[in-house]
C-alpha cells in the first residue's frame, strides 16, 4: 500500500449512521409483532450497520470496539430459541407454546410481554452471528 | 421346545463345539466327535419308523415368529423321516470316511465339520418343517454351508469357482421359491404345508398358481441340478470327496426332489406340472447320461451320472402325478412311478455315496482321478474293485441289484405313459419311454466305463504321482456298508416296502389314502416277459455294442463348441453381464454434474407431463383470477427481460448484476402484493448475494476469466425449455384445481386473541409455526459455520493431501 487513502468523510458519516441503521433495526425487531418486521429483517439490519463499520474502519478496528465472537453469538441465538421452546414444557404444554400478559413496568406502565420476544431474540441474534461469521470469514481469507 | 426341534438343531449346536475339540484334543481326530452327532440322531429318527409306517404322524410346534403365522412346526412323515434316515445314515458314514480321508495334520479339520454340522442341521431342517418360510431358512442354509464345503479348499482357483458357481445358482432358485411361497402365501393366507395340501382344489383355481408352480419348480430344478441348472454340480466336484458323497449324491440334490414330493399334492392335479417335473426329468436324465460318458474324471462321470438320476427320479414323481387322476389304486400304474422314485432314491443314495466314496480312495491312493491315467488296479485294490462294480452295476441297472429293481419300475413307468390319455400325453408322450431307454444305454455305457477303464485294463503305474495300494479298512468300512444295502435291497427289496417306502408314498399322494385306499408296495424281480424285461436286454446288448466301438464314436462330443454349451453360456453370460453393467455404469455415470442434471430434469418432465396426460389432470379454470394492473406486467416486463438477458450475457459481470435485476424486481413484486417483511428480507438477501457473486467474480482464475458467451446446446435448450413448459402446466393446473379453502382465515381470525400480535406473517413464523423457524436459524447456522471451517480449515486439508 503506497499511500493511505483518506476516509474522514465516510468513517463520520458511517459514526453517525450506523447508530440510526442500528436504532431502526431495534425498531424493526420490536415493532415485529404488531407491523412489519422481526428477527430476521432487524437482524440483518443491524449486521448491516456492523459491515457499514467494517467498510470505514476494517476489521480489527471493528474487533476491539465491538469484540464479540460471532460465533459464539450464532450459538447463544440457537440456545435462546431452543430454550424458549423448552420452557413451556415446564409448564405442562407442548413445545414452543408461548405465553404473554400485561404487566405494569416501572419506566413503560403497562406492557404486554410475550415469549415470543425471548424467541426472536434467539432468530435476532443468530443473524447477526451467522451474517458477521460469513463477512468476517471472507473478509479475512486470503 | 420339544426333543424333535433338539434334534433338528442339534448339528448346530454340535457345530458350535468343534473348534474348542479341534484345539483342545489334537492328538484325536476331531472326526470322531463329530461322528457322535449322526449317530445319536439316526437313532433317534428310527424311532418314528414305527409311527409312520402304521400310517401316523408327528408334529410339534416352536413358536417362532406368530403374529406372522411363522412358527417351527416339525412334522414328521413316511417322507420326511426317509429323508431325514438317509441324511443321519449316510452322514454317519460320510463322517466316518472322512476321518480316514482327511488327515489331521495337514487339514482345517474345526473348519470342515462346522460346515459339515451346519448342513446337515440345515437338511434336517428343510425335510422337517412345515412352515414354508421355516423351510426356506433352512434351504437357503444348506446352500450356504454347501459353498463354504465346495471352497473347503479356497486357495484352489477351481474351488472358488465351483462354489461360486453353485451359490450363485442354487441362491437364485432358492429366491425364486421364496418368490412361489409369498404367493402361495397370498393365496392361501398360510405358510402350512398341510394346510396348503388342504386348499389345494381352492388353490387351483387362483390366478396366481401357475406362477406360484413355476417359481417353486425353479427352486427344486436348481438345486437338484436339472437340466439346465445342472451345470454347478460337476463343478462342484472341487470339494472333498465326503462332501461330493455327502451333498452331492445323498443328500442335498435330493432336497429339489423332496420339495416336488412335498408339493405334488398341492400342484400335481395340473398337467403343467406333470409335463414339466416330467418332461425337464426326463431330457436331465438323457442329457446326463450323455454327458457323463465323455468325461475323463471319476467324479466328473459320478456328477453327470448323478445329475442324470436326479432327473430319473424328478420324471418319475412327474409321471407319478398322473395317479391322482384315477379313482381307484388298483391296478394304477402311476402309482407305481411314484413308488419307483422313492425306491429309486434311497437306491441310489447308497450305490451313488459308495461309488463317491470308491473314486475317492482311489484318488487318495494313486493321486489321480483322471481314467486315462488309472487302470489295472484290480490286483491292488480287490476291495475297492468289489465296491465299484457293485456300485456300477446297480447304477447301469443290471440284476441282480437294486438298480436293476428301480430301472425296471422306471420303465415300467415309462411304457404307461401310452395308456394315459390326459394332457395330450398319447401324441408327445412317446418321448418318454425313448428317451428313457436311450438314456439307460448311456447309463450302461458310462458304468461299465467308470468300472473297467479304473480297474481292469493295462496297469500304468508310471504315470501315477503315488504307488497305488489298498486303502486302509478304515476307509473301506463306509463303502462296504452301502454295498452291502445295495446287495441287501437287491434281494429283499421288500425289506423297505412298508416300513419306508409306503408310509413315503402315501405322504407324496395323500388324497389317494385319504380316501381310505391303501398303496401296495410290493417290488419283485420277476415280472413275466414284460416289454421292460426286453428293453433291459436292449440296453445291455446296445451297451455292449456302443462301449466296445466307443473310440469310434466318441468324436461326437467334439461337435459342439464350448460356447453353445450351458458352461460356456453361464461362464459367457456372467462375464458379458460383468462387463454389461460396468459398460453402462461407465455410459451413464460420466463424472459431470451436467449429465446428472439432464437425467433428473429429463424423468422429472417425463413423469410429470406423463402423469399430466395419463390421468388428464390439466385444467385451465379462469373464473378465479384476479385483474392484472399495469404496473404488475411492466414490473413482470422487466423482470424477464431481466432474466432472459442472462443468457445471453457475454461477460460474467453482466449476468450478476442482472441477478441483482431479476431479485430487485421481485422485491417490488412482494411490494405490490402486499408483503412487506417478505419485500424487506428480499431485499437485504438480495444484496448480501449479489456482493457474495461479486467476491467470487473477482477471486475467479485469470483463464476462466476470458469473457465468452454460454454455449448454444439444443439438448440442453430443449429440456430447459420443457421444464418451464412443465412447470407452467402445472401451476396453472393446481390454481384451477384448488378443492379446499385456505386455512388463512384462522390465522387472519386468531391472530390477536390467541398470539397477541399485529403482524401475521412474523406471528406465523414464531408463535404458530415456529417450529419450522428455529430449523431454519439452524440451517443458517450450519452455513455460516460451514463457511467458516471452508475457509479456514482450508490449509490444513492442502497439507495433508
Not at chain 2, 387 to 395: C, K, L, N, P, V
Request: proline share 3%; charged share 10%.
Amino acid at each position: 500500500m503506497k499511500k493511505k487513502p483518506n476516509d474522514l468523510i465516510l468513517q463520520t458519516v458511517t459514526t453517525v449512521i450506523s447508530f440510526i441503521i442500528i436504532l431502526f433495526s431495534i425498531h424493526l425487531f420490536f415493532a415485529g409483532h404488531y407491523t412489519p418486521g422481526g428477527g430476521f429483517i432487524g437482524g440483518l439490519m443491524t449486521a448491516a450497520a456492523l459491515v457499514l463499520l467494517l467498510l470505514a474502519y476494517d476489521i480489527k478496528t471493528l474487533n476491539t470496539i465491538l469484540p464479540f465472537d460471532y460465533r459464539l453469538m450464532t450459538a447463544a441465538g440457537l440456545m435462546i430459541a431452543v430454550l424458549t421452546g423448552a420452557g413451556a414444557l415446564l409448564f405442562n404444554q407442548p413445545f414452543l407454546t408461548h405465553a404473554y400478559d400485561y404487566f405494569n413496568l416501572p419506566l413503560l406502565g403497562e406492557t404486554s410481554l410475550h415469549t415470543a420476544v425471548l424467541f426472536d431474540i434467539g432468530v435476532y441474534l443468530v443473524v447477526i452471528g451467522v451474517t458477521m461469521t460469513i463477512i468476517q470469514t471472507i473478509g479475512e481469507s486470503e | 421346545m420339544s426333543l424333535l426341534h433338539l434334534a433338528i438343531v442339534l448339528p448346530f449346536i454340535a457345530a458350535v463345539f468343534v473348534p474348542f475339540l479341534f484345539k483342545g484334543f489334537r492328538s484325536v481326530h476331531t472326526g470322531w466327535f463329530v461322528l457322535l452327532v449322526p449317530l445319536a440322531l439316526f437313532i433317534y429318527f428310527i424311532q418314528y419308523m414305527p409311527v409312520t409306517s402304521s400310517g401316523q404322524t408327528v408334529s410339534q410346534t416352536f413358536e417362532w415368529i406368530p403374529s406372522l403365522g411363522i412358527n417351527f412346526t416339525a412334522y414328521v412323515d413316511g417322507l420326511g423321516l426317509l429323508f431325514a434316515l438317509l441324511i443321519t445314515g449316510i452322514g454317519s458314514l460320510v463322517v466316518l470316511y472322512s476321518i480316514y480321508y482327511l488327515a489331521k495334520e495337514k487339514e482345517a479339520l474345526h473348519n470342515f465339520y462346522v460346515y459339515l454340522l451346519m448342513f446337515m442341521g440345515a437338511m434336517l431342517g428343510v425335510v422337517l418343517s412345515d412352515n414354508l418360510i421355516v423351510l426356506y431358512m433352512f434351504w437357503e442354509f444348506t446352500s450356504i454351508s454347501s459353498f463354504l464345503l465346495i471352497g473347503y479348499w479356497y486357495d484352489k482357483e477351481r474351488s472358488r469357482y465351483g462354489a461360486q458357481k453353485s451359490m450363485l445358482i442354487t441362491v437364485f432358485g432358492g429366491l425364486s421359491m421364496l418368490g412361489g411361497i409369498v404367493l402361495l402365501y397370498l393365496m392361501s393366507g398360510t405358510f402350512s404345508i398341510r394346510e396348503l395340501i388342504g386348499m389345494s382344489d381352492q388353490l387351483m383355481a387362483d390366478p396366481l398358481f401357475i406362477m406360484a408352480m413355476l417359481l417353486v419348480l425353479l427352486g427344486a430344478f436348481t438345486k437338484s441340478a436339472q437340466f439346465p441348472f445342472h451345470v454347478w454340480l460337476p463343478d462342484a466336484m472341487e470339494a472333498p470327496t465326503p462332501v461330493s458323497a455327502y451333498l452331492h449324491s445323498a443328500t442335498m440334490v435330493k432336497a429339489g426332489i423332496y420339495l416336488v414330493a412335498r408339493m405334488s399334492p398341492i400342484f400335481a392335479e395340473s398337467g403343467v406340472w406333470l409335463w414339466l417335473v416330467a418332461g425337464f426329468g426326463i431330457f436331465t436324465l438323457f442329457w446326463g447320461s450323455f454327458n457323463a460318458v465323455k468325461q475323463t474324471d471319476l467324479k466328473g462321470i459320478l456328477a453327470y451320472s448323478t445329475v442324470s438320476q436326479l432327473g430319473l427320479i424328478m420324471s418319475l414323481l412327474g409321471l407319478g402325478a398322473a395317479a391322482l387322476h384315477f379313482d381307484t389304486l388298483d391296478d394304477n400304474m402311476y402309482m407305481t412311478a411314484t413308488i419307483a422314485a422313492v425306491f429309486h432314491l434311497i437306491n441310489h443314495a447308497t450305490f451313488k455315496g459308495s461309488l463317491f466314496m470308491m473314486a475317492g480312495i482311489v484318488d487318495h491312493e494313486t493321486g489321480t482321478r483322471d481314467i486315462r491315467k488309472l487302470g489295472g488296479l484290480v490286483n491292488l485294490m480287490p476291495i475297492t474293485f468289489t465296491i465299484a462294480i457293485i456300485g456300477s452295476f446297480s447304477m447301469a441297472g443290471l440284476p441282480p441289484f437294486n438298480g436293476f429293481l428301480s430301472k425296471e419300475m422306471f420303465l415300467t413307468g415309462m411304457i404307461s405313459v401310452f395308456e394315459l390319455d390326459l394332457f395330450n400325453l398319447n401324441t408327445w408322450g412317446i418321448l418318454f419311454p425313448v428317451l428313457a431307454w436311450i438314456a439307460s444305454v448311456f447309463t450302461f455305457i458310462y458304468s461299465i466305463k467308470l468300472v473297467f477303464k479304473t480297474f481292469l485294463g493295462k496297469p500304468q503305474f508310471d504315470k501315477l504321482p503315488k504307488k497305488p495300494h489298498e486303502a486302509p479298512i478304515g476307509m473301506l468300512i463306509s463303502p462296504l456298508i452301502l454295498v452291502s444295502l445295495v446287495i441287501l435291497f437287491g434281494f429283499f427289496p421288500n425289506l423297505l416296502a412298508n416300513s419306508m417306502i409306503k408310509p413315503a408314498v402315501e405322504s407324496i399322494l395323500p388324497s389317494l389314502t385319504d380316501a381310505g385306499q391303501e398303496v401296495y408296495v410290493n417290488i419283485y424281480f420277476w415280472h413275466g416277459f414284460t416289454p421292460e424285461l426286453f428293453m433291459t436286454l436292449g440296453i445291455i446288448l446296445t451297451g455292449i455294442i456302443m462301449y466296445a466301438t466307443l473310440a469310434k464314436w466318441q468324436g461326437i462330443y467334439n461337435r459342439i463348441p464350448e460356447r453353445f454349451t450351458i458352461n460356456g453360456v453361464y461362464d459367457n453370460g456372467l462375464e458379458k453381464g460383468e462387463s454389461g453393467s460396468f459398460r453402462l455404469n461407465e455410459f451413464i455415470m460420466t463424472g459431470y454434474m451436467r449429465s446428472y442434471l439432464i437425467y433428473i430434469f429429463a424423468f422429472f418432465v417425463a413423469i410429470l407431463l406423463s402423469t399430466l396426460g395419463v390421468r388428464d389432470a390439466f385444467a385451465i379454470d379462469t373464473s378465479n383470477l384476479a385483474e392484472i394492473r399495469i404496473y404488475e406486467v411492466v414490473l413482470a416486463l422487466v423482470l424477464v427481460a431481466g432474466a432472459i438477458t442472462i443468457l445471453f450475457a457475454k461477460s460474467r459481470l453482466t449476468s450478476i448484476v442482472l441477478l441483482g435485476v431479476v431479485g430487485y424486481s421481485v422485491a417490488l413484486f412482494f411490494v405490490f402484493f402486499r408483503a412487506p417483511d417478505l419485500a424487506l428480507t428480499q431485499l437485504v438477501i438480495e444484496t448480501v448475494s449479489v456482493a457474495l457473486f461479486l467476491l467470487c467474480f473477482y477471486h475467479l482464475p485469470e483463464i476462466s476469466r476470458k469473457e465468452e458467451r454460454m454455449k448454444f446446446k439444443i439438448g440442453n435448450a430443449v429440456i430447459s425449455i420443457l421444464v418451464g413448459i412443465t412447470v407452467t402446466l402445472i401451476g396453472i393446473a393446481s390454481y384451477s384445481n384448488q378443492s379446499f379453502e385456505s386455512i388463512s382465515q384462522y390465522h387472519i381470525d386468531n391472530v390477536y386473541d390467541l398470539a397477541a400480535g399485529g403482524n401475521m406473517v412474523n406471528v406465523i413464523l414464531v408463535d404458530f409455526r415456529g417450529f419450522d423457524t428455529l430449523f431454519e436459524i439452524c440451517v443458517l447456522g450450519i452455513a455460516a459455520l460451514g463457511i467458516y471451517a471452508m475457509v479456514n480449515f482450508r490449509g490444513v486439508r492442502r497439507q495433508k493431501g
